[in-house]
């Protein structure tokens, strides 16, 4: 999953940069409204994480324009707490509102509910011939045994799961596994995909050749 | 009750009413009665001269001739022809037309009775007169005084008669009293209904003034420090109330503005502290999530450094603030001579300057004040470094120091982008920040300026600014001199 931070306090928007990274999604920033709005209408992205005090444009202003293109979840942070600031913000757009300062474990949870509700999902756990993938916890086990997975190999089950009986190519792979400072080789993607296929089994992932990858239900 | 207005301006009305009403009824009651007295009087002497005139040679002592019967005639008259038929039977020829008062029913009509001495009755006209007079005459010449005898039921005057006699003509009063009477009434009944329609109208009145009063007090009793926005609903500005009401709602206004005020400060420091406060929050529960390496630890380390300086110098700043706010700024005011001072100052910036490549130029002259070191201290480097910071690369700073007029004036120019003319106003205001992007980098809070301003002007100096965009802008100080 790959997620957009719009945050101009720079101290912050490295600590979450590296806090989602380190949870397996790629990661994207941007520390104005005007580059955000820019990346966040020009990629797709799972989740968009924007501050609402930003220079060039602010917050309110990216999240109304976003919205006119774009149905991306869209969590906002922000120090002013005021009810009304609160409402407006939702009924502007944002699926989701923390108020500064927060909790990053929070953060973190917040953004695997909007990216699951996304996919139209409602529970965390998803069940697929034998093998339960666990969104909150991050975490596969096969036939109740915990299987040991790398957070790009997680992401990968995870997004394909969540996209199952669908078709997803490998630039939507690449898109969603990658971020813009990742200059690795697309081909990584068959490497990722074979080394699932080792630990939960050939049949998990279905491939078509020349168009993608999915799980078949 | 006699602490309320309302009852207190009814109570004068009423009081002042009734008197005036009261004054003029009994006035005109008083003066009636008198143009009565004179008319009855007057008809009374009339007739007792008259009468004077007509015993006059009667009257005249005769020796002893004409008197033995002389007792014999307190007789009373009854009419007009007895009268005169009794008088000419005694020998008086009075023409008839005198003894017209003396005619009509008992009751009504007037009497005379004339004596001589101390009770020998001459002549009467009633046959049931009695003589009760023991008056004297005022002294004086005869004819001309006159005593009045006032009964209940009568009024009667006497006169010196010729030859020593007296003549008492009198009337009964009670036609005059009942004209009185009447008069009384009518005068009640008159002064009763104005009294009344004058009291009730007096209390509308009152109430009606009154009225907004109350309407003010309740309004204002509602006004709270929740609720600062009501206002006092006043029908007409141009009376007293009216004008009452406009003031006490200009206060509230500006009540209400100085609560925003306070508000708005509070809720900008409050936000201005979340964020370093959200990097340290942020950075340590990411240092903890799991182990790490050194180098991992001490950026989080150094962020949260970071973050807790700018926070220190917030809070320095926000207290600096409060306590100018509060009229409490302390400050240690001695003479200072202020070349010295700036020459310091550029000194503590010079490493800034160096890394931006700036250059600082001074033109200093010798001038004296009498203030706080410390405090102008930071107002000048507080100018210095902005003046370097927000710069064009390779830009310059000019210093310049003079007196005129009874002031130092210490101007600060730098070659920057200058601030835009609807900046320009706001750029002294706490938390203001026209370019916030470029603020963050440098860790300006937005409280510099502000701070500047407060301690210049309780050294009674102002802070003013010029600024043209893309040439650069020219902060001036001004502070009394030492003399």
Not at chain 2, 189 to 195: A, F
Not at chain 2, 285 to 296: G, H, I, M, P, V
Not at chain 2, 427 to 434: I, L, Q, T
């Amino acid at each position: 999953m790959r997620i957009l931070v719009i945050e101009d306090e720079p101290d912050l928007v490295a600590v979450l940069a590296k806090t989602l990274s380190e949870e397996g999604y790629a990661v994207d920033t941007a520390t104005d409204g005007g580059e955000g709005l820019y990346k966040a209408e020009t990629w797709h992205y799972d989740a968009v994480i924007l501050d609402m005090m930003l220079p060039v444009r602010d917050g309110w202003q990216v999240l109304q324009q976003l919205r006119r293109r774009k149905k991306v979840p869209v969590l906002i942070l922000t120090a002013r707490d005021a009810v009304a600031d609160r409402i407006r913000g939702l009924d502007l757009g944002a699926d989701d509102y923390l108020v500064k300062p927060f909790n990053l474990t929070e953060l973190l949870a917040r953004i695997r509910a909007l990216i699951r509700r996304a996919h139209g999902e409602a529970a965390p756990i998803i069940d697929i011939s034998g093998v339960t993938i666990d969104t909150a916890t991050r975490t596969v086990r096969r036939q109740g045994k915990l299987v040991h997975l790398t957070p790009r190999e997680y992401a990968l089950v995870e997004l394909l799961a969540l996209k199952r009986g669908k078709l997803v190519s490998r630039t939507e792979l690449y898109e969603h596994l990658f971020d813009e400072n990742d200059d690795s080789l697309s081909n990584l993607i068959d490497v990722h995909v074979s080394n699932v296929r080792r630990k939960l089994g050939k049949e998990f992932i279905t491939t078509r050749r020349g168009e993608g990858y999915l799980i078949d239900v | 009750m006699f602490k309320s207005m309302r009852w207190r301006l009814f109570l004068w009305h009423s009081g002042i009413l009734t008197l005036v009403v009261l004054i003029f009824a009994a006035t005109l009651w008083w003066k009636q009665q008198q143009a009565i007295r004179t008319r009855v009087d007057a008809e009374l002497l009339g007739t007792a001269r008259m009468l004077a005139g007509a015993f006059e040679k009667k009257l005249e002592p005769k020796g002893k001739k004409g008197n033995p019967k002389a007792d014999d005639k307190a007789k009373a008259f009854k009419a007009e022809k007895e009268v005169e038929e009794k008088l000419a039977r005694q020998g008086y020829a009075v023409p008839v037309h005198y003894l017209h008062p003396f005619k009509g029913k008992k009751e009504d009509r007037m009497y005379f009775a004339v004596w001589k001495g101390k009770g020998e009755l001459l002549v009467a006209s009633e046959d049931d007169f009695a003589l009760p007079f023991t008056g004297e005459l005022p002294k004086g010449p005869p004819l001309q005084k006159h005593i009045i005898r006032e009964t209940a039921l009568t009024r009667e005057v006497v006169i010196e008669g010729p030859h020593g006699t007296r003549i008492l003509v009198g009337k009964p009063t009670h036609k005059e009293n009942a004209e009185l009477q009447n008069l009384l009434g009518v005068l009640l009944i008159t002064s009763g209904s104005v009294l009344l329609i004058g009291l009730a109208g007096g209390w509308i009145v009152c109430q009606q003034a009154l009225a907004p009063i109350s309407k003010i007090t309740r309004t204002a009793e509602a006004i709270s420090a929740d609720n600062l926005s009501a206002r006092i609903d006043i029908a007409e500005t141009e009376s007293e109330l009216g004008r009452l009401g406009c003031v006490l709602n200009n206060a509230f206004a500006r009540l209400e503005a100085a609560f925003d005020q306070q508000t708005r400060f509070t809720a900008d420091a409050s936000h201005e502290l979340r964020t370093p406060i959200s990097v340290i929050l942020a950075q340590t529960e990411f240092a903890l999530r799991k182990d790490r390496c050194a180098s991992e630890y001490k950026d989080a380390v150094t962020a949260s450094f970071r973050a807790a300086t700018r926070m220190k110098s917030l809070v320095d700043g926000l207290l600096t603030l409060a306590r100018a706010d509060a009229g409490q700024m302390v400050l240690n005011k001695q003479p200072v001579e202020l070349a010295q001072l700036v020459t310091e100052s550029v000194a503590l910036v010079g490493s800034l300057a160096d890394e931006k490549q700036i250059k600082v130029i001074l033109n200093l002259r010798p001038v004296q004040v009498n203030a706080d070191p410390q405090r102008l201290a930071e107002v000048v480097i507080n100018l210095l470094s902005n003046a370097i910071n927000y710069n064009r690369p390779q830009g310059r700073v000019e210093v310049a120091l003079d007196a005129g007029e009874g002031a130092a004036i210490l101007t600060v120019s730098d070659s920057g982008l200058g601030i835009a003319a609807e900046d320009q106003t706001h750029v002294f205001e706490r938390f203001y920040r026209v370019d916030k992007a470029r603020t963050r980098q440098q860790g300006g809070s937005g409280l510099g300026l502000a701070i500047c301003k407060e301690i210049v002007e309780t050294h009674a100096g102002t802070l003013t600014l010029q600024s043209t965009v893309d040439e650069g802008s020219t902060f001036v100080v001004r502070l009394p001199t030492a003399t």
